[in-house]
RNA sequence: UGGGGCGUCGUCAAGCGGUAAGACACCAGCUUUUGGAGCUGGCAUUCCCAGGUUCGAAUCCUGGCGCCCCAGCCA
């Protein structure tokens, strides 16, 4: 069955000479070759705790962890928790639950730059001790104007030329709480006219009264992303820091501080572009406004690209490892087609998903023929890619569900379903010709077809070899069970929604539509949550794990089937949903 | 008139001077008790443009053009 106790890495790879591999790949192959960190490969993948992990971090992750792994090597999880006023642990224990639901494991070696802080300032303490950092009186805003424009360079701080004892004495009464929020921060001397912004004497220390989710109140300072990222790189002895192209322009200044500093080692960082995918969007800051707002339901919305919203909606881990090895890595930046997720979706699910019968919108069938009280049992295969799956029995009698979508009174030319006179296979069950539509006399809509059976065909085929177009799911009327079923579609009725002024006015309305009464066949009355079902012909869902109780089965659709009909119904302009 | 990147099929992406991999999508056919799955075939004489070097260039050189990122006491 396809629950996820199926998210085993695929193993580990090495790459073999002549592999194509992506240019981080090769890059560590060189370095190993050379005898680099005495060959020795460690990354980290490290988070902010202040949300959720999308598809995105997915890629990330697959890549940190996927490359240590491939080179015999390893990969730490380290929460990059240094602003205390947008962190939180509860984030943390949802990405440490996303990492591993992924299929990846950091061991003992869970690690947080917060427990580095006394580290971090003893570093800083060193730096002004060299007279590489002072501190600075400078209001945030007169920072700003010091700073110069991306043209023009900037001008040199007044501050910046104070005396080692009286900065070392200044950034202990930071330490010890002597000084406002804001009114002073410690600074790397570097070069207020470097092109590179960020090597104009980047603030390192920031006064800052929050309390931290861990270390409570016993810090008043805290340390700058960039001044922690490369020292807590280094003290945990990475050998390949791997981040996104945002902070290519940083990695002067990465290096800077591993120069300066006497540090175990000087890991290389590598910035590769970060994942962007058609109809969605990727932005932490962004999604939050989807959620905010109120245009989702939640994180965890099976909309969502978030993996809490993925994993609700029935995606699996394999599938997007899969994915996120098949988009490669490189440095242009690029917007990967939604639809090689849900190619690698399918592939994993068309494998392991067991087949059921479920009709979404029911329409009455009465075989005219078949005997009122008889019930048969027909035997179906649970899934046709896996004989060791084995068969099921199902319930048939004389009324029955079908799908609306399988009749049409008056069929276009390629419909090749139910229609009136029309012979069509029942799957597992018999051929059935339709010989009456009964309509509401109201409402002109049908609301029953009347049939007959042929009982030679009891199975599916027909002694004298005659041929049906089709062959269509059902469900036996009395024995079915009910359920509501959620059908998800794009989010966005756009590719890149941020080519929009507004992302949210191109967000489509129909993403969500809620089908209630819909008939499933009995077995699906133990359905278990976290089992992938197909539903023949329909597509993949599985037990909504929030909303569906014992009483009200919910099942969310994972993605649909891939739909031949669909496609000839888009080209001649009608669609259905 | 700053600095850092990137430009190869509709979408990703190999290629690293020897004559354009692969995947998704798409199209056609076969097959099929899921219009599913599977199988077969098709799909860049051309690599942002223009010059140059070379027997030979997507790959090297020169000059353009286009796109992205950076002016948080965020990460």
Same mark, same amino acid.
């Given at each position: ?387 060791? @799956?084995?068969? +099921? *029995? /199902? ?5 029955? %569900? &079908?799908?609306?979508? !399988?009749?049409?009174? #008056? =069929? ?6 139910? @229609?009136?006179? +029309? *012979? /069509? ?5 018999? %051929? &059935?010709?339709?010989? !009456?539509?009964?309509? #509401? =006399? ?136």
């Amino acid at each position: 069955m396809s629950a996820d106790s199926d998210n085993k890495p695929a193993g580990k790879k090495s790459p073999a000479p002549g592999d194509s591999l992506d240019f981080i790949r090769s890059r560590i192959t060189e370095d190993v070759a050379a005898g680099k960190n005495n060959g020795r490969v460690h990354t980290r993948f490290p988070p902010e705790p202040n949300g959720y992990l999308h598809i995105g971090h997915a890629k990330a992750i697959c890549l940190d962890f996927g490359t240590a792994e491939e080179f015999g090597g390893l990969c730490n999880l380290r929460f990059d928790d240094t602003n205390p006023v947008k962190e939180d642990v509860r984030y943390a224990e949802s990405i440490m639950d996303d990492v591993h639901w992924l299929g990846f494991d950091w061991g003992d070696r869970l690690y947080w730059a917060s427990d580095y802080f006394q580290k971090l300032h003893d570093f800083a303490v060193q730096l002004i001790r060299d007279g590489k950092a002072y501190v600075c009186d400078l209001t945030a805003d007169e920072i700003r104007e010091y700073r110069g424009t991306l043209t023009e360079p900037g001008r040199d701080s007044p501050y910046r030329d104070r005396s080692v004892s009286e900065n070392l004495d200044l950034f202990e009464r930071m330490r010890a709480g002597e000084f406002e929020d804001g009114s002073r921060t410690l600074r790397a001397k570097i070069d207020m006219a470097s092109g590179n912004l960020n090597m104009r004497d980047p603030v390192i220390y920031r006064i800052l009264r929050a309390t931290h989710h861990r270390t409570g109140d016993k810090w008043c300072i805290y340390p700058m992303y960039d001044f922690t990222h490369c020292l807590s790189d280094s003290l945990e002895g990475i050998t390949h820091s791997l981040c996104d192209l945002d902070f290519e322009d940083h990695r002067p200044l990465y290096d800077w501080f591993l120069d300066e500093l006497d540090v175990p080692c000087h890991p290389q960082q590598i910035e590769f572009a970060r994942l962007n995918m058609s109809y969605t969007i990727m932005s932490k800051r962004l999604l939050r406004r989807l959620v905010e707002e109120g245009h989702v339901n939640g994180w965890d919305d099976p909309r969502m690209p978030t993996l809490q919203g993925l994993r609700r909606r029935g995606y699996t881990p394999k599938s997007i490892r899969e994915f996120c090895s098949r988009i490669g890595v490189a440095k242009r930046e690029s917007i990967v087609d939604v639809a090689l997720l849900e190619h690698t979706l399918r592939e994993d699910l068309n494998k392991h998903a067991p087949r059921v019968m479920a009709v979404l919108r029911p329409l009455k069938v009465i075989i005219e023929n078949y005997p009122e009280d008889k019930v048969e049992m027909v035997e179906a295969v649970n899934n046709p890619e896996d004989p060791s @799956a084995g068969t +099921r *029995e /199902v319930p048939f009698s004389r009324e029955l %569900f &079908i799908e609306r979508d !399988d009749f049409l009174e #008056d =069929p276009p030319k390629k419909f090749f379903r139910l @229609a009136p006179g +029309r *012979e /069509v296979r029942l799957r597992y069950a018999y %051929f &059935i010709t339709c010989v !009456d539509v009964i309509k #509401d =006399p109201e409402s002109g809509e049908i609301t029953e077809l009347r049939c007959t059976y042929d009982p030679a065909t009891r199975g599916g085929s027909a002694p004298d070899g005659r041929k049906v177009k089709a062959t269509m799911h059902w469900v036996s009327a009395e024995h079915a069970v009910e359920a509501e079923v959620r059908l998800y579609d794009q989010l966005f009725t756009e590719e890149n929604p941020l080519a929009r002024d507004d992302f949210t006015a191109c967000l489509n309305p129909n993403s969500l539509t809620v089908l209630t009464g819909c008939r499933l066949e009995p077995s699906l009355a133990a359905a278990k949550p976290r089992v992938r079902y197909q539903f023949e012909r329909l597509g993949y869902f599985c037990i909504d794990s929030v909303d569906s109780t014992e009483t009200t089965l919910v099942f969310d659709r994972t993605v649909t089937l891939r739909d031949a009909w669909a496609r000839i119904q888009k080209k001649s302009g009608t669609k259905s949903n």
